[in-house]
């Protein structure tokens, strides 16, 4: 049986950082497994390659969320990184940290040593911010480009609307509170996806002290008088074990890792009882206190061209395709958002409360059997959408059966809480007074129904609850705080009523952030490992 100082569980974003930073004084060696296989795929390199991973079954996990009252009782598709890399490998590579504020929330809600100028030194230790001209500022691994020299100019319409408003245009979120409208930063580097794959993994993988295995199924923790010694994995068929001789982590997402921690015992009592596992620890707080984004897209066609003019037609693909082989730019090289921000839908509010995106294209999914197809429309367009930046209801994910091959039941309560409601509202108020600047005016031909224009509240709720989607940011299904009758880790990440076992992933953020998840559990990854190796 194969003995190492620490096992990391999932190859994800928060993973493959984890990796790098335990390996990297050289005195510890690390195991880290990964049920799906290698990320050496043109598709994720290549940041267009988003609309064909969204469905791959070689590299997603492809869950469906149960039907859910608060979407009209919807079934939601939740893609997942079921590759090296993780979801950031299959991501729209969007780089945002989330509002100081955000932080500020997790420490007074008792999460010690996580507010804002405790994360911060974290986020600036993984970035390396690249301008225009591919100067980079900083030395961290992780490229983060600023592309604003290559999005659209269909994008110069929203700004004008923006200035119409009075919104301020941010030149430089990352150095900023990040309030107002900008270019989206995104992960690539040289026109590729950089995921922590990318950046942490790669570099680490020559190190002598850091096994990868991939294929590798795990399905639990095993325990030696309460301490977590061993691992139980499937790979080719064969069901394997390792052991920590320090502690196991847990790195395999929102979705996954609270059903490693309940097919090890550690989870609500009754679940375990039904499925005939044996209760190490009961916590009912392992699967539950779910968060996710909700966002929704308006439609309309546009009087000058767009992205579908050129991404439409088989030589605008073929030309971009070329373009791309050979400069590593254009709109295969950028990510499907182009520009957004982060607004105050009422000046009253204490700090920013919705998330806007501008896209200059338009597109329909088709399914032809088991293949889903993504096409750019055949005219011009545009969307327009908004996200609700701090939802409060809370939902759950547990495991359907003991069989780690069996996907888990999802259950996202979605739009449950009064403040959500009004936050929709408030989020489709904004975007109406988006649509009605004179600027936004000009570059509308017509709204493709249902046309938001004409909307009353119950209106804008309605159509939400019909056709709203996730944007793929589950946390907290493993929250971290000081109670452990409200939390599953403490604020070192370490599981409570074990030991030698911790999580450290997106399912450990006490709340949501504002924004994109990737950077933050990727802070998290990078702080939980000077956590690990300087014990406090
Ligand atoms: C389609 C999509 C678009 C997104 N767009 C953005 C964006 O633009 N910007 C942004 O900031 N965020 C975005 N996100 C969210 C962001 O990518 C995630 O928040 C982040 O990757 C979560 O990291 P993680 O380490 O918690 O989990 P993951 O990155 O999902 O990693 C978990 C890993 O564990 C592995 N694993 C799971 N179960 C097991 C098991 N039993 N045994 C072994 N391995 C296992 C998985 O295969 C996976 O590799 C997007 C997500 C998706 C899916």
Redesign the pocket.
Known sequence: MDEFDFIV???????CVLADRLTENGRYSVLL????GSDMNPWIKMPAG?GKT?YDPAV??RFEAEPDPGTGGRKSY???????????????????RGLPGDFDDWRDAGATGWGWDDVRPHFEAIERPVDTMGRARGAGPLAVRDVSDQIHRANRHFFAAGGELGVPINDDYLESTAEGIFVYR?NTSKGMRCS?ADAFLRPALKRRNLKLVTR????RVLFENGRAARIE?SRGGQTVSARARREIVL???????P??LQRSGIGPGRLLQDMGLPVIHENANVGGNLQDHLAISYYYKATEPTLNNVLSPWWGKALCGLRYVLTRKGPLSL?V?QSGGFLRSDPGRARPDQQIYFNPVTYTTTRAGTRTVINPDPFPGFIISFQPARPTSRGRIDIRSPN?ADAPAIRPNYLATDQDCRDVVAGGRLIQSFVRTAAMRRLIQEAMPPDLAGMDDAGILADFRERCGT?????STCAMGPDPTRAVVDPLLRVFGVEGLRVV???VFPNVTS????????MV?HRAAAMILKPS
Do not use: C, Q
């Open positions: 569980v999932g190859a994800g974003s928060a993973g497994l990964e049920a799906g988003y969204f997603n996990w939740w893609p997942r990184g079921k590759v090296v890399g993780g979801s950031g490998s299959i991501n729209a590579l969007v780089y945002f995104i922590s590798a199924l795990v399905n994995y790195s395999a997402g929102s979705v996954s890792s059903g490693i990510s958002n780690p944007v793929y940011h589950p946390v992933d997106a399912s924004g994109n998840t990737n950077a933050p559990t990727m990854a």
